[in-house]
């Protein structure tokens, strides 16, 4: 089942005779980069306000990673980030001493705070602005410097309201690369804008990295194929420590080159197989893989399991009810996730 980051049940906000947020069920998935979109005025800053703890709601109910944020107020905003409309930053420090301060008060360790406060101003290229106050910074440094504030504590979620308004290319490019940084470590993102393109282009760009993801996945998928055809041709003691912790991922696998066999006659069915077509299989081209095993069906039905586990093969029914397995040729299947993103 998939995790859900943020949800929302009937979420009202009303100022006097205005209802700016009006029963909202809103559920987003952890992980995702979800674009909350709307014209002005449509109720998207009220909205983040209540999620983050800056406006209590007139009435509803909000989760935030599974936590009921009422109840939870504390532990929910430790696991969040925020770029707030006004970004809320305290103008009379410099930027370092405001990451410093930041961090801190999410409680990180004094030397971790300060090596990714460094981090961060060198990333945002505000490096060379150490003494300079923040009031002195110009709106789009601002910017910069409060979405590095949101990220230094590596939040769960992040929550950001229109943050590349009045941002230049070059800090919008820096901006972007943060936020995919964020999304590669698993977080989501909640961003709103009331210009679709920015969001429209920032979802375009997660999809390129989830499809490069995919491939390099491949790639390692190859790599382990080669490993594994090389070690049937030349014998077992081709493959060293290294090598086997490559193909086999779990070093105290009792018989490495029985689960090798299955793994290989999987691999290159490029179909499903029962238990029983693979363990013929190894009978008609390995027969001394087998010879210590006295029920060596069941052994395979455990090492096909095994693989299921490892994320390399699947388990599939077939029209007669009989259980089969193939291999899972592509095991890097996000990027789907991020084209309902
Ligand atoms: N503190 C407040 N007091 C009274 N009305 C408010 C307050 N905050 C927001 N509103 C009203 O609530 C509605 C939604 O405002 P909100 O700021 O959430 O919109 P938005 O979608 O963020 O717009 P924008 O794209 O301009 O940022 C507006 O009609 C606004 O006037
Ligand atoms: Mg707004």
Redesign the pocket.
């Known amino acids: 089942m998939t995790e859900i980051a943020i949800s929302t049940e009937k979420l009202t906000r009303q100022?006097?005779a205005?209802t700016?947020v009006d029963a909202m069920d809103l559920r987003v998935q952890a992980g995702q980069f979800f674009g909350f979109l709307?014209?002005?005025?449509?109720?998207?800053?009220?909205?983040i306000k209540m999620l983050t703890g800056l406006l209590a709601p007139t009435s509803g109910r909000m989760e935030l990673l599974g936590l009921d944020f009422q109840s939870h107020p504390v532990e929910v905003k430790r696991q969040i980030g925020v770029v707030p409309?006004g970004m809320g930053l305290f103008e009379r420090l410099t930027g370092p001493e405001y990451l410093r301060f930041v961090g801190r008060m999410y409680g990180l360790d004094k030397a971790i705070t300060e090596k990714r406060s460094d981090e961060l101003l060198e990333f945002m290229q505000l490096a060379d602005r150490e003494k300079t106050m923040i009031a002195d910074y110009s709106h789009g440094m601002q910017k910069k410097l409060a979405l590095a504030a949101a990220v230094i504590h590596g939040p769960r979620i992040l929550f950001l309201?229109?943050p590349f308004e009045g941002v230049d290319a070059v800090g919008a490019r820096l901006m972007k690369d943060i936020l995919l940084d964020q999304v590669r470590r698993g977080a989501t993102v909640f961003l709103?804008s009331?210009v679709l393109e920015v969001v429209r282009q920032a979802h375009e760009e997660l999809r390129q990295l989830m499809r490069q993801r995919a491939d390099i996945m491949k790639r390692i998928g190859t790599v382990k194929q080669t490993i594994v055809g090389l070690a049937n041709l030349f014998g077992d003691d081709i493959l060293s420590e290294e090598l086997l912790e490559l193909v086999d991922r779990k070093t105290n696998g009792r018989q490495p080159g029985f689960t090798k066999a299955c793994r290989m006659i999987l691999m290159e069915a490029q179909k499903s197989l029962s238990a029983r077509e693979v363990c013929e299989q190894i009978q008609q081209r390995m027969p001394p893989v087998l010879v210590r095993h006295k029920d060596p069906l069941a052994s395979v039905t455990t090492v096909l399991n095994r693989l299921v586990e490892y994320g390399e093969a699947r388990s599939v029914l077939r029209e007669n009810g009989r259980r089969a397995w193939e291999w899972v040729s592509d095991p890097a299947e996000d990027s789907s996730k991020m084209a309902r993103a």
């Open positions: 100022f006097g205005l700016a709307g014209p002005n005025g449509a109720g998207k800053s009220t909205t409309e309201d229109e709103t009331h």
